[in-house]
């Protein structure tokens, strides 16, 4: 896939609408999502790593919140065990379809079983790695513990689970200071300040992010152990907790 410039937010607009994964950014994800979220292409091989690491032989890994596949491939790429294979879901039509079209382009390693489902209705079985790289945070508040019980029910003994979010803080300036690092890191990227007000705007509604502590509280919940932050850049973490 050729990769487009993201430049969505670069012209005014009268109102900012509704952020949505549709084909518009998946033209542009693959730029969007490396110059918005610092670390990005550190995390995804690292959690490949992971996955290499913690996979049991015979099992599923899931890639929940897939988008366009660069955790699930690199988790093909990284894992070397028999009878694996990953499971990568999303509720986008238009991430999943340019997903398969990704694969048919190129060898994957794993075998890579997509699904078009939204991943409060994906049942979770024999599972030895679970990934959430970036979606929770497009959940519910409501929902997202119900959605860690599912995960956690259907997790096999000693698996993982591993939560990229960004996340918030508890203190205001703190809070601030991490805002005003991660715009200035957008800068540097190319954006300027209409694109990154509006970019904001649009995921205001959208994205939903909490703090560490909470998190924590969530894995506990549902009954996994162990957490750990084990990536932060800024406001953009990763854990890993397992089961």
């Not at 790593?49 to 015979?58: H, I, N, T, W």
């Not at 099992?59 to 790429?77: K, Q, T």
């Not at 238009?94 to 190129?106: C, F, K, S, W």
């Not at 979010?165 to 300036?173: L, P, S, Y």
Request: glycine share 6%; with cysteine.
């Amino acid at each position: 896939m050729n990769k487009e410039d993201d430049k969505l937010f670069a012209a005014s607009r009268a109102r900012t609408t509704g952020f949505k994964f549709d084909n518009q950014v998946v033209r542009v994800f693959p730029d969007m999502i490396a110059r918005s979220v610092p670390g990005y292409e550190l995390v995804v091989p690292m959690i490949g790593l992971l996955a290499r690491r913690y996979v049991q032989p015979g099992s599923n890994i899931y890639d929940l919140g897939c988008s366009l596949g660069a955790v699930s491939l690199a988790m093909a790429g990284a894992v070397r065990s028999d009878g694996v294979q990953i499971i990568a879901v999303d509720n986008s039509a238009a991430m999943v379809n340019q997903l398969g079209t990704l694969l048919e382009e190129q060898k994957s390693g794993l075998p890579i079983r997509i699904r078009h489902q939204d991943i409060l209705e994906t049942r979770i079985e024999n599972a030895s790695v679970v990934v959430l790289n970036f979606t929770l945070q497009f959940i519910d508040r409501e929902q997202r513990q119900q959605l860690l019980n599912n995960i956690a029910s259907g997790m096999k003994k000693d698996a993982i689970l591993i939560v990229s979010e960004k996340i918030r803080f508890a203190d205001v300036n703190e809070q601030a200071q991490q805002t005003a690092w991660h715009h200035d890191f957008k800068r540097t990227q190319g954006y300027s300040d209409l694109e990154i007000a509006q970019k904001r705007d649009s995921l205001e509604d959208v994205l939903k992010p909490d703090d560490e502590e909470i998190h924590f509280q969530r894995f506990e919940q549902a009954g996994l152990v162990q957490p750990r932050r084990w990536f932060q850049c800024f406001s953009f973490a990763s854990y890993i907790a397992f089961k």
